[in-house]
């Protein structure tokens, strides 16, 4: 007689994905990333019964609000990299992962890069040079041209590296003290003290809002160039329309705002030194962030640690 055989099979997983205006990006791609993971028979919805939901794949412009209901779900599973419209919701308990996705990396550096070599080159006064002038002045080489970037996390540090690699001298800065990086309030003012071109990469939270305030501004090298694709909250506006007014900031390339869309009647939109992007810097890619997800669930199902957890305490 066989011996019985004990039924080890592990329970697979149900997964709300609770953001529907970005299910068509996710309905082929999260499935093909969940079967690379080894968990195809997983149960993968758009609705389902708050005590049935083992793990939530969520953005802010989800109608999903109120975590409270959820009570066996193992892990809310961000697909931004900015985490701070939801960090502070009192209904939410469970872990909170955030998105460190390949594919939106390789577009932030891409913007940076693009913007920095815009500034560095000025490009402008060529693209746009309607008296036909001849000026044959010569920009420097990268390598005097220094460049600071705040908040050296997966997408400053990515940012730094390529930069580097066209031999821009490149200062980070970060809230934790790390080898060749600068940190805390000395290290701040060092570090914006150099920047002909100053790249903000920091998440919005108590301690970064309004960080380029009037006073940090005036520390910048006249004539510096910055470009947030960061947060909006971490520039006081006032205080950099003032600044580039008298020329003390050269230029200002905005990607992010304190209220997105920008307002039609916002100054920035018409002033002579500041381009506005629209909040276009680096996308979450549906393949590679499907990935990302895909791992995080295995690990929850695995008991492993998952990546990219959010520190509650710190806001990102
Ligand atoms: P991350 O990996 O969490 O890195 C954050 C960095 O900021 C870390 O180096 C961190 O320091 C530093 N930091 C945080 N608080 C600080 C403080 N009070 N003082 C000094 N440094 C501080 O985040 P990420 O993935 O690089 O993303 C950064 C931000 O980019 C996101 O939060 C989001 O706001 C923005 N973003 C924008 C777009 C866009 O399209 N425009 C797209 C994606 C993300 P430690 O290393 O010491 O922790």
Not at 4 to 23: D, G
Not at 27 to 55: F, K, Q, S
Not at 104 to 130: F, K
Not at 243 to 271: K, M
């Amino acid at each position: 007689m066989l011996d019985e055989v004990p039924n080890r099979k592990v329970p697979m997983p149900t997964i709300l994905f609770a953001v529907p205006a970005l299910w068509p990006e996710y309905r082929d791609t999260l499935p093909a990333a969940l079967a690379e993971a080894g968990i195809a028979d997983a149960t993968l919805v758009t609705e389902a019964r708050p005590e049935d939901v083992d793990y939530i794949v969520y953005a802010p412009a989800s109608p999903l609000q109120d975590f409270a209901p959820y009570t066996r779900t193992k892990a809310v599973l961000n697909l931004w990299a900015g985490v701070e419209r939801i960090v502070g919701n009192p209904t939410l308990t469970q872990p909170l992962t955030r998105m460190v996705d390949p594919g939106l990396t390789e577009g932030m550096v891409e913007w940076v890069v693009g913007h920095t070599l815009r500034h560095h080159l000025g490009m402008d006064r060529h693209i746009l040079n309607p008296g036909h002038v001849w000026d044959p002045t010569c920009p420097p080489l990268a390598r005097e041209r220094p460049v600071t970037i705040l908040g050296m996390g997966a997408l400053g540090s990515a940012c730094a590296d390529a930069l580097r690699a066209l031999n821009f001298p490149v200062t980070g800065w970060s809230r934790t003290e790390k080898p060749g990086q600068l940190h805390g309030e000395h290290g701040l003012r060092k570090a914006l003290s150099t920047a002909q071109i100053l790249v903000t990469l920091l998440p919005k939270t108590p301690e970064t809002e309004n960080l380029l305030n009037a006073d940090r501004l005036a520390l910048l090298p006249q004539g510096a160039a910055i470009l947030n694709p960061g947060r909006g909250a971490l520039i006081d506006d006032e205080a950099l329309l003032a600044a580039l007014d008298v020329g003390h900031i050269g230029y200002a390339t905005l990607d992010v705002f304190r209220v997105e869309p920008l307002p039609q009647d916002h100054p920035y939109w018409s002033h002579p030194k500041v381009t506005v992007t629209p909040h276009i810097a680096a996308d979450t890619r549906a393949v590679t962030s499907s990935r990302v997800i895909a791992e995080n669930i295995r690990r929850g199902q695995a008991g492993e640690p998952f990546l990219h957890l959010v520190d509650r305490q710190r806001g990102y």
